[in-house]
């Protein structure tokens, strides 16, 4: 079992910034890719990042491609999400996800384990 619990969410104005972080407990945290996924309200929940292991190898939405940054440390077992020039469409509850092994996914319904949620409001 695999425990997260995510910080950093919060009001921003447009063009502002936030960094998201995951703090993970319960199992090796190295043993698993990490994502991000939000969803706003009316709307399915969507993949923002991923992140694998080691933290070499990255992806990324199309619609944060060079805005967001996914990162990770292993030695404190937490993944972050800095998220720059943000957008209100950018306002969402954000997510992060645990999936067991090395490989990255995009599927939310691929990953094992999820925190509670952060809210991101952007405002215009």
């Known amino acids: 079992q695999v425990q997260l619990v995510e910080s950093g969410g919060g009001l921003v104005q447009a063009g502002g910034s936030l960094r998201l972080s995951c703090a993970a407990s319960?199992?090796?945290?190295?043993?698993?890719?990490m994502g991000w996924f939000r969803q706003a309200p009316g709307k399915e929940r969507e993949f923002v990042a991923a992140?694998?292991?080691?933290?070499?190898?990255?992806h990324y939405a199309g619609s944060v491609n060079g805005r967001f940054t996914i990162s990770r440390d292993n030695a404190k077992n937490t993944v972050y999400l800095q998220m720059n020039s943000l957008k209100p469409e950018d306002t969402a509850v954000y997510y992060c996800?645990?999936?067991?092994?090395?490989?990255?996914?995009?599927?939310?319904?691929?990953?094992?384990?999820w925190g509670q949620g952060t809210q991101v409001t952007v405002s215009s």
């Open positions: 996800a645990a999936l067991r092994g090395t490989a990255i996914r995009v599927g939310a319904n691929e990953y094992d384990y």
């Open positions: 319960g199992r090796t945290f190295s043993n698993y890719a």
């Open positions: 992140i694998n292991w080691s933290g070499h190898v990255l």
